[in-house]
């Protein structure tokens, strides 16, 4: 392989701004439902504060370490620090502009108001008054900033008030400084009476308008908003460790005083007051960011989601129940008769929930055997099936990422509840994060012991099962069983991995399993053979893979890429990658199921994972790739990728230099395809239901207690 040339790669951190950008422009979209729009802008915060808690954090810490290494792309640490702030000040202004300018005048003509201080009827204004004298001014804590004294604990992403006072009193000393933050445990928006629809003010602007009940015996001059992003990124150093679980959690409060990487501010704030907390904060200037727009967006999703204004929302696409359960059997019956693939949201997660639910409650299943990235906490329903499975006496082995981001401290709360009703609880793997998502189940039968099996690639959290795309399959075919015990057998004891008949597993397996998939279809074209290559993942940015998929296009493979966030791969580059396409789909559902499909000669192979095609998905975690091999749904799957290259409604097509166009004009009737999958497996279902076979009985749904 030739040397790398950083011309033939994108720069991984402006390529997921431009993903975000992408974010962004649903939420600009006049055709986007007005309340998904609304969701759309906070998402963009929401994602861009990530952002910098984990990848700019990580950059600021290779420069102060004076890493100078260039990425593939040819850009040092340093470099790419500059590149990202002027772009991503680029794209808060373009969201500050679409909610003053466009999204609170929309929501105002469907009768929803965010009201301003000084727009406040008189009533309304009583009913803050009161509402703050009961509610809320018993939770502010004021902490005056003393001159050369430490600074207060400043919680990340929280929302504060910089105030500056004067003392009434003539001979007292000069201006002093104190922070209120703004309540976090009370809604940031405060509904207000109103004649006619609903209204609403910011809690931060209540607070603002009441600051001198705080501060008897001064005169508030000056009072701002301001919030502050921390380096988030847990360095855990598992080496020689003998207890894991309080390592994570001593890190967890290492974080909450972590570095400051980025602060907010109200554009305004006097020199003084900004340079107080510049000081305090210790934070660099080129950290500082002034805005107009609400600092803290994030209550605004509880507009989004109020009850009621269907109309201002995508038409409902309820998840589809497939008729093959809607039978008076077990689901192990049914799992026995051949593989099923559900394709969520379309498809309910609700099988899979039965599945657990199943195997905790089924008297003849001895063993279930789990890995659990991100769940919904102590309500998921995996969760507590597998408690009672635990406590009905079952062997449950349970392999809990800790570190799944954010999710950390909610992972611990569950976890140690499985542990208390008799789980086996395998807190991580030292070195690697778990991300494999699959569940093995053993059961007594007849015949023998049969072993039942799901993969996925998405977590088994019922919540984001109804907006994640994702793929999984429920299987009983004994190669499966055999690779998933041995898949547990390896992370569980000490032994090696197994030479798996279907299972393909990272970091062990996976980079050179993907390298050779790709390396036979170039051995195919070279041999005047069929060949193709149509991949779907969140990113792909892993040099190597990239630098294969560059050799299939100069053997003339036509390579389909859909790649929803980063994409570090040059597509459409004359001599380089003139054979590649890559487009990029942002809709209703977060794409994030990841396919694989490899034309093999005319002999299609169809593959699913839990991993994207990155250094630490193949090299850093434990991932599972599987195949799809019953025919009819390797079928279903490979045309619901090829569904994804036809959009040209949502879809863009990245361009060789990084930018993205819409892959259509909008017009009416444009291919839609996250509601074209719907509509495809609605009027499927419909088909069977009217033409059932002999032995099929449908079944009154009820109610899944427990």
Known sequence: MSPRRPAEFLNRELSWLAFNARVLEEAEDAGTPLLERLRFYCIFHSNLDEFFMVRVASLMRKVEEGDRRPDPAGLPPA????????????????????????????????????????????EQKAYLDDCFEREIFPVLTPVALREGGAFPYIAGLALYLAVRLVPDSEGEPGARLAVVQVPAGLPGLVRLPAADGRSYCWLSDAVRGRLAGLFRGYRVVEAGAFRLTRDSELELDDEGSDDYLRMLESGLKQRKRARSVRLQYERGLSPHLLAGLQQGLEVEDRALVAGRGPLDPRPLMGIADMAGFGHLRFAPQP????????????????????????????????????FIRSAADDPDVLAVKQTLYRTSGLASPVVAALIRAAEAGK???????????????????????????????????????????????????????????????????????????????????????????????????????????????????MRQAVLGLIRREIDRARAGQSAGIAAKMNSLVDPEIIEELYRASGAGIRVRLNVRGICCLRPGVRGLSENIRVVSIVDRYLEHSRVFLFDNGGAPEVYVSSADWMPRNLDRRIELMFPILQEDWKRRVAAHLEAQFRDDCKARVLGADGTYERAGARRPGAFRVQEEIYRRLSAEYDEVRRTPPVRFVPLERKENKG
């Open 79 to 122: 470099e790419q620090l500059e590149l990202i702030r002027s772009r991503a000040a680029e794209l808060a202004g373009r969201a500050e502009n679409l909610y003053y300018n466009e999204l609170l005048p929309a929501l105002a003509r469907e009768g929803i108001r965010i009201l301003e201080a000084d727009g406040l009827a008189a």
């Open 319 to 354: 998840p589809l129940r497939p008729p093959v359960f809607e039978q008076r059997r077990s689901i192990f019956e049914i799992i026995r008769e051949g593989d099923i693939v559900l394709h969520h949201p379309y498809d309910s997660f609700e099988p899979v929930i039965d």
């Open 395 to 509: 062997q449950v082995t349970v392999l809990v990422e800790l570190t799944a981001r954010f999710d950390e401290e909610r992972n611990i709360s569950w976890a140690r509840h499985l542990e208390e009703a008799g789980a086996h609880v395998i807190y991580g793997v030292a070195g690697l994060k778990v991300h494999a998502k699959i569940a093995l189940v053993v059961r007594r039968e007849a015949d023998g012991i049969r072993r039942y099996v799901h993969l996925g690639t998405g977590n088994y959290n019922e919540r984001t099962a109804r907006v994640y795309t994702d793929i999984g399959l429920l299987t009983a075919a004994e190669e499966f069983g055999a690779d998933a015990s041995g898949f547990f057998n390896t992370i569980t004891g000490y032994s090696e991995p197994p030479a798996f008949s279907r299972l393909v597993m990272a970091p062990h397996q």
